[in-house]
Structure formats: C-alpha cells, structure tokens
C-alpha cells in the first residue's frame, strides 16, 4: 500500500449567512471591488494585465454595472408603484364625492314623476330661409354666396 495522499485540494469560500438580500448584495459587491483592486494592485495599468485578468477584471465590471442598473430599476419601480397608489386612492376618492349625484336615480322612476315639457312657442317665431332648409350639395360659388348676403 502506498502512502501518497491522491486528493485533489479544492477552495471551498468562506461564504457567510445574511440576513437579507440587501447583505447578500453588498458582500458580492465588496467582494467584486476587492478582485478589481486585486487585479488592478500597485497601480497596475490595464496595458500591464494579462489577457485573462483583464477579462476577470471587465466581467467583474459588468457584473457591478448590472447589479447597479437593477438597484436603479427597482428604486425607479417602487417609486412608480407608490404613485400609481396614490393615483387609485385620489380616484376612489373622487369616485366616492360623484356617487353623491342629486341628478342620478338609482331606482325605479316613480310613476308620479313628470317629465318636462319644452316651450315649442318659440320655434314658430324664428324665420326660416328658403334655403336653410335644403339639402344635398351646393352648386352655388363662394363669390356668390358672399354677393347673396352683401
């Protein structure tokens, strides 16, 4: 039997336990800032950095870019669903003044009830030109309109 150890060691992260994802965010955003500095160290220029790091150190980047615009879209979305809030509560407010409509029956029309009857008098009075009446399209010019009512 041989004595020589075959495992293969592997890194197994301290990762801790958070209590929200609030904590969980600002461990991986910590956690990306230090590979950056790590990558970046002793005032290194991205000229200076090998192919491999440099891609490290721009996925690392993305990833901060990405979790910064969600952060933003999701400020942008509670502010949004707050004011659509407050949009249905001054509706339900509005609604609940106009339900109070004296001109509004909500039953059946009483049989009591009599309805108005307009003062046709008046109509007999207005006069009437020969040619408001008619109808269909007009053969007439706008010069001689204009010369009819000169």
């Not at 046709?120 to 001689?144: H, L, N």
Request: aromatic residues 4%.
């Amino acid at each position: 039997m041989s004595d020589i150890n075959t495992e293969v060691p592997h890194f197994e992260p301290h990762v801790p336990e958070f209590k929200d994802e609030a904590a969980v965010l600002r461990f991986t955003n910590n956690l990306r800032l230090r590979v950056i500095q790590t990558k970046t160290r002793n005032g290194a220029k991205l000229e200076q950095l090998s192919d491999e790091d440099l891609e490290i150190v721009l996925r690392t980047a993305n990833d901060i870019d990405r979790q910064t615009l969600t952060t933003m879209r999701i400020a942008a979305d509670n502010e949004n669903a707050d004011l659509d809030r407050r949009v249905a509560l001054m509706a339900a407010k509005l609604n609940k003044t106009v339900q109070g409509n004296p001109y509004r029956l909500d039953g059946p029309v009483p049989e009591s009830a009599s309805v108005p009857e307009p003062d046709t008098s008046i109509i007999d009075a207005i006069e009437v030109d020969e040619f408001a009446m008619e109808q269909g399209i007009s053969t007439e010019s706008s010069a001689e309109f204009m010369k009819k009512y000169e």
